[in-house]
T-cell receptor, first 114, second 115 residues
């Protein structure tokens, strides 16, 4: 069964620091999603990537298709960025990726201290 | 507010019972997805419907079933409930959903506790 690996599992940083969260997957994908889950449980979609790089405010997401790797960066981090960040991929049907739909990583628990 | 609504917010029931979770997608969205989030398994895709038809199936148990109605709202039915079914159940919607190359908008979730 192909999995989505995220690192680190937990990250505590000081306000203002540059944050990087990594996501690796094993076979070909058609899409990669970054999600943010707030402490109250709500989930917000941050980015959908199939190639290249996307930026929204202080958030930047990149994907390297050849290396099967994506990163989520947060610049000038703030305590309100404290959340769980989840990577999810959609494997190509013929890639041997397994189950249909999205396959999720276990998440990175980020705490930004003031 | 994502525009996706889910009811109820919380549900407490007993083993062996049956419950129905309801989801209304964003206006204009034709695809509805159901996900389960448990402490040990994390987030898992259950099933996707597009314009009333099942489009993709994930790790959905045979005791669970879903449907999407003509007005595009969806229901997830969980029967013969077990303690291990206790989880957060999320619904999400998107305009089309083909290839999963669209943003999905998540509802607030239904927290199910099976005692």
């Amino acid at each position: 069964k192909n999995e989505v690996e995220q690192s680190p599992q937990n990250l505590t940083a000081q306000e203002g620091e540059f944050i990087t969260i990594n996501c690796s997957y094993s076979v070909g994908i058609s899409a990669l999603h970054w999600l943010q889950q707030h402490p109250g449980g709500g989930i917000v979609s941050l980015f959908m990537l199939s190639s290249g790089k996307k930026k929204h405010g202080r958030l930047i997401a990149t994907i390297n298709i050849q290396e099967k790797h994506s990163s989520l960066h947060i610049t000038a981090s703030h305590p309100r960025d404290s959340a769980v960040y989840i990577c999810a991929v959609r494997y190509y049907e013929d890639s041997g990726g397994g189950a249909d739909g999205l396959t999720f990583g276990k998440g990175t628990h980020l705490i930004i201290q003031p | 507010d994502s525009g996706v609504t889910q009811t109820p917010k919380h549900l407490i029931t007993a083993t062996g019972q049956r419950v129905t979770l309801r989801c209304s997608p964003r206006s204009g969205d034709l695809s509805v997805y159901w996900y389960q989030q448990s402490l040990d398994q994390g987030l898992q895709f259950l099933i996707q419907y597009y314009n009333g038809e099942e489009r993709a199936k994930g790790n959905i148990l045979e005791r669970f079933s879903a449907q999407q109605f003509p007005d595009l709202h969806s229901e997830l039915n969980l029967s013969s409930l077990e303690l291990g079914d206790s989880a957060l159940y999320f619904c999400a919607s998107s305009v089309d959903g083909a290839g999963y190359q669209e943003t999905q908008y998540f509802g607030p979730g239904t927290r199910l506790l099976v005692l």
